[in-house]
Nanobody, 117 residues
Framework: QVQLVESGGGLVQAGGSLRLSCTAS????????MGWYRQPPGNQRDLVAS???????NYADSVKGRFTISRDNAKKTVYLQMNSLKPEDTAAYYC???????????WGQGTQVTVSS
């Protein structure tokens, strides 16, 4: 079992910045991928960005150049630095953990990001 605890969401004006954090605990494989997904009201949950333990990153086109994902493997924590936020970034943001060594996927409880225009 893996537990994910997210923090850092909130209300910000357009053009502002926020940083999300997600810390994992439990039965964590040394090789894994952690990422952030977001789900606006009434819409599906989509990838924002992901990062492997080796530092390989993947971003949604809509956030490239504005968001940066990073991780501290020693702290088992992944971060999402969000700059130049837009109202369309408003969503519930979820942290995800997965590993090639297991078919199980784990999600955090979600943190709300609201960007006002």
């Amino acid at each position: 079992q893996v537990q994910l605890v997210e923090s850092g969401g909130g209300l910000v004006q357009a053009g502002g910045s926020l940083r999300l954090s997600c810390t994992a605990s439990g039965s964590i494989f040394s090789s894994n991928t952690m990422g952030w997904y977001r789900q606006p009201p009434g819409n599906q949950r989509d990838l924002v960005a992901s990062i492997t333990t080796g530092g390989i990153t993947n971003y949604a086109d809509s956030v490239k150049g504005r968001f940066t994902i990073s991780r501290d493997n020693a702290k088992k924590t992944v971060y999402l630095q969000m700059n130049s936020l837009k109202p369309e970034d408003t969503a519930a943001y979820y942290c995800k953990y997965s590993s090639v060594y297991s078919s199980r996927i784990f999600w955090g409880q979600g943190t709300q990001v609201t960007v006002s225009s």
